[in-house]
Structures are given as structure tokens and as C-alpha cells.
């Protein structure tokens, strides 16, 4: 049995020994059944089954002792866990300044947007043009220190069968120059519209 799981049965005393006893009913049942196919009498198999698996209560100690983590132990574990959470607060706020984010936006302060430098114009699908769509996709993306665009999704779509696909691969092969702040490259979350027009 994990360790968390002997944790959490500190807390659910109650259910725990409902639980003792459906096993211990179930076992002594099991035996009864046996001693009855072996050839005894029901009233002897029951008494035999009560005699071989012995007192009930030393058998629910030794259970809880297997499934319920000692208590000085558990209060170890809760008082680690207190200060883990302790910890990474005052990590995440180290010098009063937050950690790092995964990315930036544009409007946030001191970071300078990322600028294109390669696109590549999305494909026209047969069926779009026989459907005579038209119109914008617009997409969230972030722009990498690499230049490259990742985790693009679809904010506005024009056409979720053929056309938000294209615009998505369109700016899969885009390159950036990267976003900054306070001059090093960071991530930094665009938005790009890609327009689509059969003119």
C-alpha cells in the first residue's frame, strides 16, 4: 500500500473500519464455505472458521497497522508538506518579484513584440473556393526565442473544415525575429490574422 494512500487513511477512520469489516466477514464467510464443501455441518464449519482465523480485534489491529499510517508519522508528513508549500511561496515570490512566466504578452510592460520575417501565404482548399468563402482566421500563437510559432490556436474561425487547417499550417512555416524584454528574447503570445479572398 503507498504511502500517500496510509496518509489519507489517517482521515477516514470512520469508513475504514466498515471496510475492516466487510473483509473480515468476507474471509470468515469464505471458510465457512470451504469447511462445507470439505463435509461439515454449517454449524461446525462456522465454528471452526471463527476458531481458525482468530480474534477479531488483534486481526483489525494488525489491518490498520498494514493501511493506516502511525499518527506521528502522518503529522511528519503534513508539517514536510506545510513547508514545502512554505518554501515555494517565498521562492515564487523571491525579492517581492514573481517567477518568470512561460511567455509575455505584447502589452506587457517593457516587452518588445516579435517581428515577422519569413511568412508564407496560406493554400485556397478546391472546396473553400467552390463554397465561395471568404474572410479572416484569426490565431493565438507564441512566438519562440527561436523565431518559430508554437502552440497556435484558433481564436476567430472562418471555416473549421478546410480553411482555419490551412491558416494553422501557414503559420506553422512563418519565422520570427523574437520578442524581448529589457533586451533578452522571451516568449511572447501574438495574435496573427490570416485573410482569405478569392480575388
Not at 469464505?30 to 462456522?46: C, L, V
Not at 523565431?147 to 512563418?174: F, H, Y
Given at each position: ?49 471463527r476458531r ?95 523565431g518559430i ?51
Amino acid at each position: 500500500m503507498s504511502l500517500w494512500t496510509r496518509f489519507f487513511n489517517l482521515f477516514r477512520t470512520g469508513s475504514l473500519e466498515r471496510e475492516f469489516d466487510d473483509e473480515l466477514r468476507f474471509h470468515i464467510e469464505s471458510r465457512i464455505a470451504r469447511n462445507i464443501q470439505e463435509g461439515m455441518t454449517p454449524e461446525g464449519a462456522e465454528e471452526q472458521a471463527r476458531r481458525q482465523f482468530g480474534n477479531s480485534s488483534r486481526t483489525r489491529r494488525e489491518m490498520r497497522e498494514v493501511r493506516v499510517m502511525k499518527t506521528s508519522i502522518g503529522v511528519a508528513v503534513l508539517a514536510g508538506l506545510c513547508l514545502c508549500l512554505v518554501a515555494g511561496a517565498f521562492v515564487w515570490r523571491r525579492g517581492g518579484e514573481p517567477l518568470a512566466p512561460s511567455y509575455y504578452k505584447v502589452s506587457d510592460e517593457g516587452v518588445v513584440p516579435p517581428s515577422v520575417v519569413r511568412e508564407q501565404k496560406p493554400n485556397y482548399t478546391p472546396e473553400a473556393m467552390q463554397a465561395q468563402i471568404e474572410g479572416t482566421v484569426l490565431m493565438e500563437c507564441v512566438v519562440q526565442t527561436t523565431g518559430i510559432c508554437e502552440d497556435i490556436q484558433v481564436a476567430r474561425s472562418l471555416d473549421p473544415m478546410w480553411l482555419d487547417e490551412e491558416a494553422v499550417k501557414a503559420v506553422q512555416a512563418w519565422r520570427f525575429s523574437p520578442g524581448r524584454r529589457m533586451g533578452e528574447p522571451v516568449p511572447v503570445m501574438v495574435n496573427i490574422e490570416m485573410r482569405f479572398t478569392l480575388r
